[in-house]
T-cell receptor
Framework: NAGVTQTPKFQVLKTGQSMTLQCAQD?????MYWYRQDPGMGLRLIYY???????DKGEVPNGYNVSRLNKREFSLRLESAAPSQTSVYFC???????????????FGEGSRLTVL | AQRVTQPEKLLSVFKGAPVELKCNYS??????LFWYVQYSRQRLQLLLR??SRESIKGFTADLNKGETSFHLKKPFAQEEDSAMYYC?????????????FGKGTTLSVSS
């Protein structure tokens, strides 16, 4: 099992360019998430998807769109990149919880994006 | 508002010293809290959750509802404990469940 796979691992963009970060999980999890990690800001939730066909905004959704293509894949799109979107992006999926408790998040390796 | 506060950006200790990483939360209702850890060049991973009441790698964390805290403790730090530690709070809304993370604390253990 590969777990959660993100591509690309590194990307440099110019302001105004668009790109899509891809994420796939092979654990048959329903819930998937996109976070960004910035120094001094920790991990902030961008968007999440509780199940195939549903998505919802997190704390910092502006400038991003997502697609839950199927149960395995959850992509994050930057339509017009800005320097403020320079960050490390993490995709995660969540295992089902037991006895009503929240499951565990499994993270990808991260995608380092630089916007010039 | 749901919030997780980790007041220390960096905690530096010597090997063998006790460690306490602080975490405070704001949540109306019954909270569910976690500690996640990111070692150098590794993926972010779950360390422990308050519901399990377990000790992982010598770390424990007790939920104190009166003080709204979930501090992570270890009596004797090891160099391999050096990592970034995130406290996280389960957040519910009608769309589903997500985790809200604090800003993280870097633990540096030196010999």
């Amino acid at each position: 099992n590969a777990g959660v796979t993100q591509t690309p691992k590194f990307q440099v963009l110019k302001t105004g360019q668009s790109m899509t970060l891809q994420c796939a999980q092979d654990m048959n999890h329903n819930s998937m998430y996109w976070y960004r990690q910035d120094p001094g800001m920790g991990l902030r939730l961008i968007y999440y998807s509780a199940s195939e066909g549903t998505t919802d905004k997190g704390e910092v959704p502006n400038g991003y769109n997502v697609s839950r293509l199927n149960k395995r894949e959850f992509s994050l799109r930057l339509e017009s990149a800005a320097p403020s979107q320079t960050s490390v992006y993490f995709c995660a999926s969540k295992s089902p919880g037991l006895a009503g408790n929240t499951g565990e998040l499994f993270f990808g390796e991260g995608s380092r994006l630089t916007v010039l | 508002a749901q919030r997780v506060t980790q007041p220390e950006k960096l905690l530096s200790v010597f090997k063998g010293a006790p460690v306490e990483l602080k975490c405070n939360y704001s949540y109306s209702g019954s909270p569910e809290l976690f500690w996640y850890v990111q070692y150098s060049r590794q993926r972010l991973q779950l360390l422990l959750r308050h519901i399990s009441r377990e000790s992982i790698k010598g770390f424990t964390a007790d939920l104190n509802k009166g003080e709204t805290s979930f501090h992570l403790k270890k009596p004797f730090a090891q160099e391999e404990d050096s990592a970034m530690y995130y406290c996280a709070l389960r957040s519910f809304n009608q769309a589903g469940t997500a985790l809200i993370f604090g800003k993280g604390t870097t633990l540096s253990v030196s010999s």
